[in-house]
């Protein structure tokens, strides 16, 4: 699973570089946290002489905190502006980002050289971009080699730095922030993306799911008939033959139940898991029987009865 750093998103955690993609994207930009600076206050007498005045400089703000949540973002755009005033919230409560890593830049010139669209950079803001998503491969919990959850998460990865005003009077921070991509505007979430690969019961908002198997333009928090709950790169004739004895067959009916948490996944008939074979891919979806339409993940949907609308 790579996480490969593009101006728009990324393609799966095992990512090729590219535009939107179906499978799950990443949203690069840099977020320009606003330092308000205060300027010369000069008190001038209503009647009399002026008055030396004091050079008055507002706080700063802080640099981002590794483990800090922010607010919910109003749109789409947000995400991806070179500004980012988002507050920090308890990650219990709704929020849209995660601030999971925080670092210092080289001294030098200012990091970003051109804004917009066409996002440009110096050697360390690169360098920073490149920290920022292996340590989101991390965070995310790649490497957890227990993951139940083997549907790449659907996320963002935004590198921040300081405002021009905030490097000019010395702050050489950068922070790492993730963010789910599902909803336009982004949807907030309760709970966290720590190790989302690996819980049992990730939130939300980071599921694979469409109106039928093979479509994943639908939110899994939005009405759906259909979710992928495993996907394993397609193997080559060659790879099929050497693997054969010593590489484990997904097996939709055995591990799509393990991933769901359920001794029955099709719910008493009212679901159905089926294998979906493509050329690049081979997954495992769950899908409706009898035109229910359900309104939540079914990864660690445990014994409880389905979430339908």
């Known amino acids: ?58 706080a700063l703000p802080p640099a981002p905190t590794a483990g800090s949540c922010l607010e919910t973002r109003l749109s789409d755009m947000a995400l991806a502006s070179p500004v980012d005033e988002l507050k920090p919230v308890r990650c219990s409560a709704p929020h849209s980002a995660e601030v999971f890593s925080a670092s210092t830049l080289a001294d030098g010139p200012y990091p970003i050289t051109e804004a917009g669209p066409q996002l440009k950079g110096t050697r360390d803001f690169d360098h920073s971009q490149r920290v920022c998503h292996d340590g989101a491969r991390r965070y995310l919990g790649e490497f957890d080699h227990t993951a139940r959850w083997r549907v790449p998460p659907q996320v963002y ?27 336009d505007p982004p949807t907030s979430f309760s709970g966290t993306l720590r190790v989302a690969s690996a819980s049992p019961r990730p939130p939300d908002l980071l599921g694979t799911c469409g109106s039928k198997v093979g479509d994943d333009r639908v939110p899994c928090t939005a009405p759906h008939r259909a ?18 004895e010593v590489r484990p067959v997904l097996s939709c009916d055995r591990n799509g139940a393990s991933v769901i948490g359920a001794a029955d996944p099709t719910y008493g008939g009212r679901l159905a898991l089926v294998e979906l074979v493509e050329p690049q891919e081979r997954s495992c979806w769950i899908t409706t029987t009898d035109g229910t339409t359900l309104t939540s993940s079914m990864i660690g949907h445990g014994e409880r009865p389905l979430a339908t609308g």
Do not use: Y
């Open 1 to 58: 699973m790579v996480i490969a750093a593009l101006e728009g998103r990324i393609v799966t955690m095992s990512v090729a570089q590219g535009g939107p993609a179906s499978t799950g994207r990443v949203f690069l930009g840099v977020a320009l946290l606003v330092a308000v600076v205060g300027a010369l206050a000069v008190a001038r007498g209503v009647a009399g002489p002026d008055v030396s005045g004091k050079a008055i400089a507002a």
């Open 157 to 183: 990865v935004k590198v921040m730095v300081p405002t021009v005003a905030a490097w000019n009077l010395g702050q050489r921070w950068f922070g790492c922030q993730a963010a789910a991509t599902a909803g």
């Open 227 to 244: 979710e992928k709950l495993l996907a394993e790169p397609a193997p080559g004739r060659l790879e099929q033959v050497l693997n054969a």
